[in-house]
């Protein structure tokens, strides 16, 4: 392959790596617009924003071509090495968007920061993105298994998944139930990793 054709691959790659965030940013213009601009972010703005599964499944489908195109432009040789260097880029990815979802919810919350964790709560997505990455990002290694320390990793990823779905449902009846079970779960995760780094 070219170094032309790789740079184009490249410039692809990295356009799709940033739709999640840019589809994100266009479709708030669209509905802050339509509301009616304002100094502070609506509420009802982030909420219809985060909480539309077709902008969700969008971003993620990006990123996820965004992998196949990195991955095949890799020589045969390198390939298995370079999900590695994926796989940390999905988790910077995932960070990148929770540190970006929190501040769009503080904003929209008028500064107020409990305010801000129940908009990212409510707004559902922008919890279960990064927790999709995190476990595309073990999905692509190639020695996950279910094995050993492992088979931890994958009680990490599972524990990472429920904790949006556990801060949305019972948040739904009890903010402080979603969020005591969100922090226990997330809380799991991090001994389970600590203690896998350990063997």
């Given amino acids: 392959m070219s170094e032309q054709v790789e740079?184009?691959?490249?410039?692809?790659?990295?356009?799709?790596?940033?739709?999640?965030?840019?589809?994100?940013?266009?479709?708030?213009?669209?509905?802050?617009f339509g509301v009616g601009l304002s100094a502070v972010l609506p509420q009802i703005v982030y909420l219809e924003v985060t909480?539309?599964?077709?902008?969700?499944?969008?971003?993620?489908?990006?990123?996820?071509l965004a992998v196949v195109i990195d991955y095949d432009s890799e020589p045969a040789s390198a390939r298995k090495s370079s999900t590695?260097?994926?796989?940390?880029?999905?988790?910077?990815?995932?960070?990148?968007?929770?540190?970006?979802?929190?501040?769009?919810?503080?904003?929209?919350?008028?500064?107020?920061?409990?305010?801000?964790?129940?908009?990212?709560?409510?707004?559902?997505?922008?919890?279960?993105?990064?927790?999709?990455?995190?476990?595309?990002?073990?999905?692509?290694?190639?020695?996950?298994?279910?094995q050993g320390a492992n088979s931890r990793n994958l009680a990490v990823i599972v524990f990472l998944i429920a904790t949006p779905a556990a801060l949305y449902e019972l948040g739904k009846r009890s903010s402080i139930a979603g969020l005591g079970v969100g922090l226990i779960l997330v809380l799991a995760a991090a001994f389970l990793l600590v203690y896998s780094k350990k063997d």
Avoid: C, E, H
């Fill in 7 to 32: 740079a184009k691959y490249g410039d692809v790659a990295l356009l799709l790596y940033a739709t999640p965030f840019i589809l994100n940013f266009v479709y708030a213009l669209y509905v802050w």
């Fill in 51 to 64: 909480q539309s599964p077709y902008v969700f499944l969008a971003g993620f489908a990006a990123v996820a």
């Fill in 84 to 146: 590695v260097v994926l796989s940390r880029r999905l988790q910077i990815i995932a960070l990148v968007s929770v540190v970006l979802a929190f501040v769009s919810a503080w904003y929209s919350a008028g500064g107020d920061l409990g305010t801000g964790v129940l908009n990212m709560v409510d707004g559902r997505y922008p919890l279960v993105f990064p927790a999709v990455l995190v476990f595309f990002s073990f999905l692509i290694l190639p020695a996950v298994k279910l």
